[in-house]
C-alpha cells in the first residue's frame, strides 16, 4: 500500500488467487475476491506461526446462494473464537470460471486468504440438499484433493461434511473422511483442537479419524462394513473394530441462548439471496408434520431468550448496515414471546426505515396487525401452506388445517385490505388420490368464493391467488420414510389434473398456478433414501459433466441415467418400492433422539389418517426428551398440555417467497 | 443537506460492479452512524447518485457521490432546497447540527474497506446534481509489462494526435456508424510518475478525455485507437485504469464545486 502526495492510499497489490484477466473474463468476479465486511482475516496470525489449524468451509453452490446459509456462519464465528485456529469459506465455482481453472490448473483457493484449500487441515462441507452432491465432487477436484477418502495422503485436508442431507450419509460415503452429525455448538470445537493435538503429536490421519470416532455424532464411514441380502437391502451395517461405537447419536445443543452467534454478519460486496439479517429465534418444531425431515431432526423445540434476541438484533443491524431482518424459525408463531419481540423490532427499528420481514406467522388479528405495520398491505401477499387439497390427505400429513381454519385465516387476511393470496402445496404424497389433486382446485376457488362475498365497496380490486406445486420426496427420519414415489411421468400427470381442473373452475382467471419441473425430484428421491453403492453413479456423473444439478438451466437427466446404466444401479429400487418397515435401512444406525418405534407409529397412523397432537398439546413420547430440555421440558397442566399457549388447528402463513412451512 | 463526496475505489473491490457498489455503500454509510435522509412511503431509501459509473475492473482515486444527509444545511437554502426538505418531511431547523466535514468522512472511513477512502466532501445545493454536470475525466491507464514494451511511447502519442481526425467503428444494439474520437482527447501523454504502479506493470499513459452523457469516451477506446495507429495488437486485459479527476464545464474538477464545512 502506497500513499501518494494526494493523500489517498493506492492499494493496488492485495493478493488475489485469480489473475486479473481472468478476473475480467468471468462473470462476476466479486464472488471470488473475499474481503468482505466482518470477515476474518488472521493472515497476521498465520505469518507469526500462531495458527495451529486452518478450517475451510464449504458451501458447495454458488456464491450467491452459500452466503445466504446462516448455518456456515454460525460454525465461522464459533471456530474463529478460538485464537489459534482460523476458518475460511469456500463456494462452488460457477461453471465459466470452472472451465479457467481446469485448463490453466489454478486450484481452489478459500476467499479470505486467498490459500489453496490443499493446504488447509480441514475441508468441511455443508449438505444441504441432495442435488449438490455433484459440485461435492467438483471442490474436491479443484482443489486437487482426491475424490476417494481412501486415497488422501497425509498432505490432504481432512474432508467432512454436516447439516440435514448427513441423515443419510451412506451415498456420499466414499467421498468423506467423516461426517458431523448434528449442531455445530456441541463437538465442534472437539474435533479441531483434537486435529491439532494428535498433528503436534505426529499422529496419522488414520489414527486421527479412529480416535475421532469415539466422539458422540462423529461417523467415520470407511470404520464400517456393509453387506446386502440377494434383494439388494441392506443385510447388516456393523463397525470394522469393537472400540467403534454401533450407533451414531445426534448432538443436539441444549444451551441456545449462550452459543456462539454471528454478532456481526457478513456484508457481501454484491446482492445475495438472503440479503438480510437473520435472526435465529428457536431451534425445532412442535408441529409434527409427517413430511417434514426438519421437524423431527430438530426436535426437541428450544427457544431463545428474548433478551439474547434483542441483543442480537441491535447488534447485528448496526454491524452490518443491512436494511432488512427476518426472523427464523420453522414456524415462528410458536415463539412464546413472539409479541413482545416484535414490538421491540417494530418500536426501535421501524423508525430507522428497516423492513422486518416474518416469514411463517399465524394468522390472527395479532399477526396481521403486525404485518400491516411492516409491510404495504396492496403490494405484498399472504401465503398459506395447506400442503394438500383435501382435509384427508391433510390428516395424513399431519398438517392438522381444516378448511374452516383456512376460510378464517384468509377472510380476515381480506377484510384487512390484502387481496393476494398464495398457495403452497405438494403432490405425491403418500395415499394421494385424482380427488386430494382436485381438491388444491376447489380449495383455490373457495378461497375465491370467500374473497368476493365482501361487499364490492370494502374489495380492493379482483383478488388474486397463485398455487405453487412442488412433488414429495420421501426423506429419512420421517414417518415417510418408507413410503414409495413415483415415476417422472406420473408427477407430471399429476400437476396436470390440477392444471386442468382449475381451468374448469368458475374464478378461474383470478387462479395462477406455477408448478415445479420434476425432473430433480427422481433424483433427489434417489440420494434422500440410497446407500454406498451410489457413490460411483455420482462420480460418473461428475466426470461426465453433471454439475450444478440444483439449478434448472445445468441439470441433465440424461447425464445421470447414463451414470446409472454405467455403474449398473437401477434408480428405481431407492424410489419406487414400499420398504418394509422391518427393513434394516442404510441410517439406521444414526440415532436422533426420535425413536424408529415413534417413527413407525406414526407412519401407521398416517395410513390410518389419525392426526397426532403437537408438542405442546400433548406429548406423544417421540423420544426427544432424551436431551433432556426445551419444550420437553416445559410446565404442564394438568391434562399434559403445556403452559404455553398454543393453537393446534390453525393455519400458517407466511409473508414472503422464501420456504414453506 | 446534500452532500458531495470525493472517494477512491482501488483494489480488489475494482470487481464489484456499478450497482453493487452503490447498495454496498448504502450499508456503509448505515454502520457509520452518520444521519441520512430517506425518501417517503413504504419502503424508504436513502437519496444516493454517482456522478459516473465506473466499469467493473476500473479503479478511481477520484469518484464522486451526491447523499442527502439528515442535519441542518448552515448555507443560504434555495427554493428547490426548501421544497425538497418538505417532501422528505424534514424541517432544516429542526435538524441537528452537522459535524465538520472532516469528521464526518472519518465516520464513513471506519467502515469502508481497503480501497475505499472518503477523501472530502462539500456541501451542494439539491439543483446541483453531478451526475448532469459530468463533463470530462482524467484517467492513468498502466500497461502491463511486456505489452508495448519495445514501443517509443512518446513518438507513438505525438504523430497519433497530429492525425486531425481519429474514427472509431461504433457498434450498438440499434445503430452502427463511425465516430471521430480525436475531438474528445483533451489530452494524452505519457505518465511521468509511475512510481505506484501495480506490481508487473510499468509505463502508464495519462489521458484527460471527454465523459458524461453527451459524450463519454473510454481510455480503453483511445489505447485501442493508439495501438491500431502504430499497428500494434491491442490486448484489453493487460491494461489496469485509474480515473483520476473528474470535471465540470471548462476543466472545473469536482472537488472545487460546493461550499466547504
Redesign the interface.
Given at each position: 500500500m502506497i500513499m501518494n502526495n494526494n493523500g489517498f492510499t493506492y492499494n493496488s497489490n492485495s493478493k488475489l488467487a485469480l489473475p486479473d484477466d481472468v478476473l475480467l473474463k468471468i462473470e462476476k468476479p466479486a464472488r471470488y475476491i473475499g474481503g468482505e465486511v466482518n470477515s476474518v482475516d488472521k493472515r497476521e496470525l498465520l505469518e507469526n506461526g500462531k495458527i495451529s489449524v486452518r478450517y475451510a468451509m464449504c458451501f458447495p453452490d454458488v456464491y450467491e446462494i452459500g452466503m445466504s446459509h446462516l448455518g456456515i456462519q454460525i460454525i465461522c464465528e464459533q471456530l474463529n473464537r478460538l485464537p489459534d485456529v482460523w476458518c475460511e469459506r469456500v463456494y462452488s465455482p460457477w461453471p465459466d470460471l470452472h472451465r479457467v481453472m481446469k485448463e490453466r490448473g489454478i486450484p481452489l483457493f478459500a476467499l479470505e486468504s486467498q490459500d489453496p484449500v490443499k493446504d488447509f487441515d480441514f475441508l468441511g462441507i455443508t449438505l444441504q440438499y441432495e442435488l449438490c452432491y455433484a459440485n461435492i465432487l467438483q471442490i474436491l477436484d479443484l482443489a486437487g484433493i482426491p475424490l476417494h477418502a481412501a486415497d488422501r495422503g497425509e498432505d490432504c485436508p481432512i474432508v467432512c461434511a454436516g447439516g440435514p442431507c448427513t441423515y443419510n450419509p451412506e451415498p456420499l460415503a466414499d467421498f468423506f473422511d467423516f461426517f458431523y452429525i448434528g449442531e455445530s455448538e456441541t463437538v465442534m470445537n472437539d474435533i479441531v483442537l483434537l486435529r491439532r493435538d494428535m498433528k503436534e503429536a505426529g499422529k496419522s490421519r488414520k489414527e486421527y479419524l479412529r480416535e475421532l470416532s469415539h466422539i458422540p455424532g462423529m461417523y467415520v464411514p470407511s470404520l464400517y462394513d456393509v453387506a446386502y441380502n440377494e434383494d439388494g437391502t441392506l443385510a447388516s451395517f456393523t463397525p470394522k473394530y469393537p472400540d467403534v461405537p454401533e450407533k451414531v447419536l445426534k448432538q443436539t445443543c441444549m444451551e441456545l441462548s449462550e452459543a456462539p452467534y454471528p454478532e456481526k454478519p457478513l456484508v457481501p460486496y454484491i446482492k445475495v439471496t438472503q440479503d438480510r439479517v437473520v435472526l435465529e429465534i428457536m431451534r425445532g418444531c412442535i408441529r409434527g408434520c409427517r413430511f417434514c425431515q426438519a421437524g423431527m431432526l430438530y426436535r426437541p423445540l428450544r427457544e431463545k431468550s428474548l433478551e439474547m434476541l434483542k441483543r442480537e438484533a441491535d447488534l447485528m443491524l448496526s454491524g452490518t448496515g443491512q436494511e432488512e431482518i427476518s426472523l427464523s424459525s420453522l414456524s415462528s408463531s410458536d415463539y412464546s414471546k413472539l409479541p413482545e419481540l416484535l414490538d421491540y423490532l417494530i418500536s426501535n427499528f421501524r423508525a430507522k426505515s428497516i423492513n422486518i420481514s416474518l416469514p411463517s406467522l399465524r394468522i390472527d388479528n395479532f399477526s396481521l396487525d403486525v404485518m400491516s405495520k411492516v409491510q404495504d398491505v396492496k403490494k405484498s401477499s399472504l401465503t398459506f401452506a395447506p400442503e394438500a387439497g383435501t382435509q384427508r390427505l391433510r390428516d395424513v400429513i399431519n398438517k392438522g388445517i381444516t378448511e374452516e381454519d383456512i376460510m378464517k385465516g384468509s377472510s380476515a387476511a381480506f377484510h384487512g385490505g390484502w387481496n393476494k393470496v398464495k398457495l403452497y402445496f405438494m403432490l405425491g404424497l403418500p395415499t394421494e388420490t385424482e380427488e386430494d389433486m382436485k381438491g388444491i382446485a376447489h380449495l383455490a376457488q373457495a378461497i375465491c368464493d370467500n374473497y368476493y362475498e365482501i361487499p364490492k365497496s370494502e374489495r380492493s380490486g379482483k383478488c388474486e391467488i397463485t398455487v405453487s406445486t412442488s412433488f414429495f420426496v420421501p426423506k429419512p427420519f420421517t414417518p415417510f420414510q418408507w413410503a414409495p414415489m413415483y415415476r417422472q411421468d406420473d408427477y407430471l400427470a399429476r400437476a396436470q389434473i390440477v392444471k386442468n381442473e382449475i381451468r374448469s373452475m368458475k374464478n378461474q382467471k383470478s387462479i395462477r398456478y406455477m408448478w415445479h419441473e420434476a425432473n430433480g425430484t427422481v433424483l433427489e428421491g434417489v440420494f434422500a433414501r440410497g446407500d454406498r453403492r451410489l457413490s460411483p453413479v455420482i462420480e460418473y456423473a461428475y466426470r461426465h459433466g453433471a454439475l450444478f444439478d440444483a439449478w434448472t438451466d445445468f441439470f441433465k437427466m440424461d447425464t445421470w441415467m447414463d451414470a446409472f446404466k454405467a455403474c449398473g444401479v437401477d434408480h428405481e429400487f431407492y424410489t419406487l418400492r414400499e420398504r418394509d418397515v422391518n427393513e434394516l435401512l442404510p441410517w439406521d444406525f444414526i440415532d436422533i433422539g426420535v425413536t424408529r418405534r415413534f417413527m413407525e407409529l406414526e407412519w401407521k397412523r398416517a395410513k390410518e389418517g389419525r392426526v397426532t397432537p403437537n408438542c405442546r398439546e400433548k406429548c406423544s413420547g417421540c423420544g426427544a426428551k432424551v436431551f433432556g430440555g426445551g419444550v420437553c421440558f416445559e410446565e404442564r397442566h394438568e391434562d399434559g398440555s403445556s403452559v404455553i399457549s398454543w393453537k393446534s388447528r390453525d393455519e400458517v402463513m407466511h409473508t414472503d417467497e422464501e420456504g414453506t412451512v | 443537506m446534500k452532500v458531495r463526496m470525493k472517494m477512491?475505489k482501488?483494489?480488489?473491490?475494482r470487481?464489484?460492479?456499478h450497482l453493487?457498489?452503490m447498495?454496498?455503500f448504502?450499508?456503509?454509510?448505515?454502520?457509520?452512524g452518520i444521519l441520512t435522509a430517506?425518501s417517503r412511503g413504504?419502503?424508504?431509501?436513502m437519496i444516493i447518485s454517482f456522478a459516473s459509473p465506473l466499469g467493473?475492473?476500473l479503479e478511481s482515486?477520484a469518484d464522486y457521490v451526491d447523499v442527502d444527509l439528515a442535519y441542518r444545511d448552515p448555507f443560504t437554502l434555495s427554493e428547490s432546497d426548501i421544497q425538497h426538505l418538505k417532501n422528505m418531511g424534514l424541517e432544516n431547523e429542526e435538524l441537528p447540527e452537522v459535524p465538520a466535514s472532516t469528521v464526518l468522512a472519518e465516520m464513513v472511513n471506519r467502515?469502508m474497506?481497503?480501497?475505499v477512502?472518503v477523501?472530502m466532501m462539500n456541501r451542494v445545493g439539491v439543483t446541483d446534481k453531478a451526475m448532469a454536470l459530468v463533463r470530462g475525466a482524467d484517467y492513468l491507464v498502466y500497461l502491463e509489462n511486456g505489452f508495448l514494451s519495445d514501443t517509443d511511447l512518446a513518438a507513438a502519442i505525438e504523430s497519433f494526435l497530429r492525425e486531425e481526425s481519429i474514427l472509431i467503428h461504433k457498434v450498438t444494439p440499434k445503430s452502427e456508424s463511425d465516430v471521430d474520437i480525436r475531438p474528445l482527447i483533451y489530452e494524452l501523454r505519457e505518465a511521468e510518475d509511475t512510481?505506484?504502479?501495480?506490481?508487473g506493470y510499468g509505463q502508464a499513459l495519462f489521458m484527460s478525455l471527454s465523459a458524461g452523457s453527451a459524450a463519454n469516451l473510454k481510455p480503453e477506446t483511445v489505447t485501442e485507437a493508439l495501438c491500431r495507429h502504430i499497428n500494434k495488437e491491442f490486448d484489453?486485459?493487460a491494461l489496469?485504469i485509474?480515473r483520476t479527476e473528474m470535471y465540470a464545464d471548462e476543466k472545473k474538477p469536482f472537488s472545487e464545486i460546493g461550499d466547504r464545512f
Open positions: - | 477512491t482501488t483494489g480488489p473491490i470487481y464489484v460492479g453493487d457498489f447498495r454496498f448504502q450499508k456503509a454509510l448505515r454502520r457509520s430517506f413504504y419502503s424508504p431509501h467493473v475492473g482515486v467502515e474497506p481497503e480501497g477512502r477523501l512510481s505506484f504502479a501495480p506490481e484489453p486485459f489496469r485509474v
